[in-house]
Structures are given as structure tokens and as C-alpha cells.
Nanobody, 113 residues
């Protein structure tokens, strides 16, 4: 069974940067489209960015130009580079594949104004 472990969150001032990592166990990572999701307090979880096995990417409009999703299939790891962070980016960030895998514990990102 695939396990997902997110890391790299923290507290940062507005305008700062963070790099999140998602480590996946199992041997299906390299063939699945993966995504970063986030859930802010009182809000539904939303897909922020996705990346196909070949490296094609998609982003929601609010993070375009600020976030970059990437993956290393040899390490079963996915990343989210977040620049120019805003208070509205505050949330728990999760990784998953079309919401089909068991959810990890997530990593908290807090952006202060």
C-alpha cells in the first residue's frame, strides 16, 4: 500500500518562500499523475497543482507564477516550490494522486502578514 509523507511546511512572512516535499512509498509513483492539495480552516480541500508522469503541469489561477510543482521519479518524490507567499496560502498541504490514495498527515504552511 502506498504511503505519502509530506514535509517542509512552516511559518513564513508574506513574500517568503517554502519548498514542500512529498515522499511516496510503493512502486506506483512513477506512473501516476500526482498533485498538491491544500485545506484552509473552514474550507474544503482543493487541488493546487498537478504533474503528470511525463512532467506536464497544471496550476490553479491563484498560484500561477508563484508555485512550481516538480517530481523526481527515481526518488519517488514530488516537490512544491512556493514563492511570494501570501496569507491566503495558509493551509495544511497534502499530496495525493486524484484523491485515490490514503491521505498523509499533511504539512502546515502559515503565512503571516
Amino acid at each position: 500500500q502506498v504511503q505519502l509523507v509530506e514535509s517542509g511546511g512552516g511559518l513564513v512572512q508574506a513574500g517568503g518562500s517554502l519548498r514542500l516535499s512529498c515522499a511516496a512509498s510503493g512502486n506506483i509513483f512513477s506512473i501516476r499523475t500526482m498533485g498538491w492539495y491544500r485545506q484552509a480552516p473552514g474550507k474544503q480541500r482543493e487541488l493546487v497543482a498537478a504533474i503528470t508522469p511525463g512532467g506536464n503541469t497544471n496550476y490553479i489561477d491563484s498560484v500561477k507564477g508563484r508555485f512550481t510543482i516538480s517530481r523526481d521519479n527515481t526518488k519517488n518524490t514530488m516537490y512544491l516550490q512556493m514563492n511570494s507567499l501570501k496569507p491566503e496560502d495558509t493551509a495544511v498541504y497534502y499530496c495525493n494522486s486524484r484523491s485515490e490514495l490514503p491521505w498523509g498527515q499533511g504539512t502546515q504552511v502559515t503565512v503571516s502578514s
